[in-house]
Every structure is written in structure tokens, then in C-alpha cells.
T-cell receptor
Framework: EAEVAQSPRYKITEKSQAVAFWCDPI?????LYWYRQILGQGPELLVQ????????DSQLPKDRFSAERLKGVDSTLKIQPAELGDSAMYLC?????????????FGPGTRLLVL | SQKIEQNSEALNIQEGKTATLTCNYT??????LQWYRQDPGRGPVFLLL?????KEKRKERLKVTFDTTLKQSLFHITASQPADSATYLC??????????FGTGTQLKVEL
């Protein structure tokens, strides 16, 4: 069964350093999402791509976060510089076409700890 | 602003009983609502979707209701098993496919 791949699974970094997370969606899925999940809370959407275009980045802290999906397939989320409050699980998800009600398939996540 | 409330306290039930989880929302009218399951250290997994014009949806031991008057969804697991222990997230969605999740309710099914 096809799955969303993410790496690394765990990342420990010091504040002010740069970190990057990678996501490979299910093959053929046009829509890709990055979520952040703080412990004890539900996932919060950071950015949504339709193919290579950003369709929603309203919750992305653009002063330090950036995301790209250059060829409309895999994607990278970067934080620079990392802050203590960025410690969280970063989840990537994909869906077939981004239509209303479409199932989103989540990867295993990258757990980030900022010291 | 939109607000989604799920039981913040863990729900502990005995094996074989029916678990009922609640999702309340305010300040918007979702076109549909999804339920996801999340195990520790893993990403959420989709379980069920119910639309605003549907009262009830079933899938095997799972049942979801959607009351747009009460602004509430109930999620039931019948004949619960220890393997059902997880956190369950609801996501009432107003339109499009942007998911807004509740905080989740942790379910523990004991032998």
C-alpha cells in the first residue's frame, strides 16, 4: 500500500540553527499539505500545495518558515532560525486532487526538538 | 472565530463496551466532518466522513452522527477492543478541503 514518506523521523537542533524536513507524497497525488502538531493539540495546517503552487500559506510564519515543491512531487519545509517554540511534530499529508471532502493521507511525521 | 471542542480528558472504558466521543463546534457551519485516529508517534489515519445532509454514517464497528442544530458530532465504537486505544481527532470542515482539527480525545480500552 502506498504511503507518504517523511525524513528525518527525529531531529534535535539548537535554537537559531536551520532545519529542513522532506516529504514524498503518494504517487499521483497533486495536493500536498504540511501540518504542525504541538503535543496535546490537533494538527494545524501550515501550507498547502496544488502541484507546485502554494494555495494556502496563511498560517505559515513566513519570517522563518519556507516551503517548496519545485517539481510538484516531493516537498521541503525549512525553518531558519529555529526557536524553542518550534518544538513539535511536523506532519506531511497528500490527497489526490484537493477536492472537498477528499481523504488526506498522513506520513509518520518528523518530531523536532529545539534546545 | 471557529472553535472545536473535544473531551480533553482521556476516556477509559472496559473491553466490549461502546465508546462515545464528542465533537462540538461553534461559529461556523461545516459542510462535512471527518474523524481520524492517531496512535502515539504516528500520523493521523482517516476513519469516516459525514456530510451536513447526513444524520448518521456507519463503518463496521464505527458510527458517526452529525447534528447541525446542536453543532455536534458523536463518534461511537461498539464492542470496543484494547486495539482501539488511540487518540481520535475530529475535523469539521467549512468548505474546500482545508482540515481544522480539534484537540483530540484519548481513548483507553481496558481488559
Amino acid at each position: 500500500e502506498a504511503e507518504v514518506a517523511q525524513s528525518p523521523r527525529y531531529k534535535i537542533t539548537e535554537k537559531s540553527q536551520a532545519v529542513a524536513f522532506w516529504c514524498d507524497p503518494i504517487s499521483g497525488h497533486a495536493t500536498l499539505y504540511w501540518y504542525r502538531q504541538i503535543l496535546g493539540q490537533g494538527p494545524e495546517l501550515l501550507v498547502q500545495f496544488q502541484d507546485e503552487s502554494v494555495v494556502d500559506d496563511s498560517q505559515l510564519p513566513k519570517d522563518r518558515f519556507s516551503a517548496e515543491r519545485l517539481k510538484g512531487v516531493d516537498s521541503t519545509l525549512k525553518i531558519q532560525p529555529a526557536e524553542l517554540g518550534d518544538s513539535a511534530m511536523y506532519l506531511c499529508a497528500s490527497s489526490l486532487a484537493g477536492r472537498e471532502g477528499e481523504t488526506q493521507y498522513f506520513g509518520p511525521g518528523t518530531r523536532l526538538l529545539v534546545l | 472565530s471557529q472553535k472545536i471542542e473535544q473531551n480533553s480528558e482521556a476516556l477509559n472504558i472496559q473491553e466490549g463496551k461502546t465508546a462515545t466521543l464528542t465533537c462540538n463546534y461553534t461559529n461556523y457551519s461545516p459542510a462535512y466532518l471527518q474523524w481520524y485516529r492517531q496512535d502515539p508517534g504516528r500520523g493521523p489515519v482517516f476513519l469516516l466522513l459525514i456530510r451536513e445532509n447526513e444524520k448518521e454514517k456507519r463503518k463496521e464497528r464505527l458510527k458517526v452522527t452529525f447534528d447541525t442544530t446542536l453543532k455536534q458530532s458523536l463518534f461511537h465504537i461498539t464492542a470496543s477492543q484494547p486495539a482501539d486505544s488511540a487518540t481520535y481527532l475530529c475535523a469539521p470542515t467549512g468548505g474546500g478541503n482545508k482540515l481544522t482539527f480539534g484537540t483530540g480525545t484519548q481513548l483507553k480500552v481496558e481488559l
